[in-house]
């Protein structure tokens, strides 16, 4: 097992010679001078600042039954809001490796590389893991021949830590799309936007459930709730943005958006 992750690590380290790493924030070319190996020394400074320290989400701004606890490694403003949405809308899906490398980073205290191209490493959560598999919450509206951004999230933080990746559940035909909808309404839309595939057995197993975005945490619930039901012993959410108001420590007078 370790082998082949190894070959694995050692191709994407060639292929990012021939595709080099790009700034997952803004696009630019990556180089030596980046930090962590993972964006551009001109995003440094807003990383940091729209970095959720610490990681875990609080009760009091997001609905969080059935879960185990909430993570987000950012808050959804700026450059992360612009980063997430250029990957859901299909413009740039190679950058969900990036956004899963800071996800790993800056909520799991993984090692970043120094280098691009390398992955950050966690040998304790290797060693000692947290969760038995990954479920990602699947999209409403996936674009053709792309992969759910979740997904790619998924594949990747399972490449990372060696974890299984099951997809696990599966958007209900015509349901009601949460973006649209308020915070009550996306509570009652959630509990019947989702459902696991069939014969989806998670008896015994802690699952990382993860997306994009957390807004209200109403997906994730509910999502975690048949996860649950399936036999998951717990269920832990994670993404990469989550939507709350900036602590006021991080605002700025005006926000400057790329």
């Given at each position: 097992m370790r082998k082949n992750t190894d070959w694995t690590a050692a191709a994407e380290q060639a292929m990012a010679l021939l595709y080099p790493r790009r700034c997952p924030f803004c696009n630019t070319l990556l180089d030596d001078t980046a930090p962590d190996g993972a964006f551009c020394p001109d995003c440094a400074s807003e990383e940091t600042r729209l970095a959720h320290l610490p990681p875990r989400l609080p009760e009091t701004e997001h609905v969080l039954y059935a879960l185990q606890g909430?993570?987000?490694?950012?808050?959804?403003?700026?450059?992360?809001?612009?980063?997430?949405?250029?990957?859901?809308?299909?413009?740039?899906?190679?950058?969900?490796?990036?956004?899963?490398?800071?996800?790993?980073?800056?909520?799991?205290?993984?090692?970043?590389?120094?280098?691009p191209g390398k992955r950050p490493r966690n040998e304790l959560f290797v060693q000692m893991p947290l969760y038995h598999?990954?479920?990602?919450?699947?999209?409403?509206?996936?674009?053709?021949?792309?992969?759910?951004?979740?997904?790619?999230?998924?594949?990747?933080?399972?490449?990372?830590?060696?974890?299984?990746?099951?997809?696990?559940?599966?958007?209900?035909?015509?349901?009601?799309?949460?973006?649209?909808?308020?915070?009550?309404?996306?509570?009652?839309?959630?509990?019947?936007?989702?459902?696991?595939?069939?014969?989806?057995?998670?008896?015994?197993?802690?699952?990382?459930?993860?997306?994009?975005?957390?807004t209200t945490g109403a997906t994730a619930s509910a999502c975690a709730l048949l996860l649950l039901q399936a036999g998951?012993?717990?269920?832990?959410?994670?993404?990469?943005?989550?939507?709350?108001?900036?602590?006021?420590?991080?605002?700025?007078p005006t926000e400057k958006y790329r």
């Amino acid at each position: 097992m370790r082998k082949n992750t190894d070959w694995t690590a050692a191709a994407e380290q060639a292929m990012a010679l021939l595709y080099p790493r790009r700034c997952p924030f803004c696009n630019t070319l990556l180089d030596d001078t980046a930090p962590d190996g993972a964006f551009c020394p001109d995003c440094a400074s807003e990383e940091t600042r729209l970095a959720h320290l610490p990681p875990r989400l609080p009760e009091t701004e997001h609905v969080l039954y059935a879960l185990q606890g909430a993570m987000a490694a950012y808050y959804y403003e700026g450059i992360v809001r612009e980063a997430i949405l250029l990957c859901k809308n299909g413009g740039h899906p190679w950058h969900a490796r990036e956004l899963a490398d800071r996800m790993a980073v800056r909520i799991w205290g993984a090692e970043a590389s120094n280098v691009p191209g390398k992955r950050p490493r966690n040998e304790l959560f290797v060693q000692m893991p947290l969760y038995h598999c990954i479920v990602p919450v699947p999209p409403h509206r996936p674009w053709p021949g792309v992969p759910g951004l979740a997904l790619q999230l998924a594949r990747r933080l399972g490449t990372l830590f060696q974890i299984p990746v099951l997809e696990a559940l599966e958007v209900v035909p015509h349901a009601t799309v949460q973006k649209s909808l308020t915070r009550e309404e996306r509570l009652q839309n959630a509990k019947k936007a989702y459902r696991c595939r069939p014969k989806v057995d998670l008896s015994g197993k802690r699952v990382l459930l993860v997306d994009d975005i957390i807004t209200t945490g109403a997906t994730a619930s509910a999502c975690a709730l048949l996860l649950l039901q399936a036999g998951a012993v717990d269920v832990t959410a994670a993404a990469i943005a989550a939507k709350e108001d900036l602590p006021k420590e991080k605002r700025i007078p005006t926000e400057k958006y790329r």
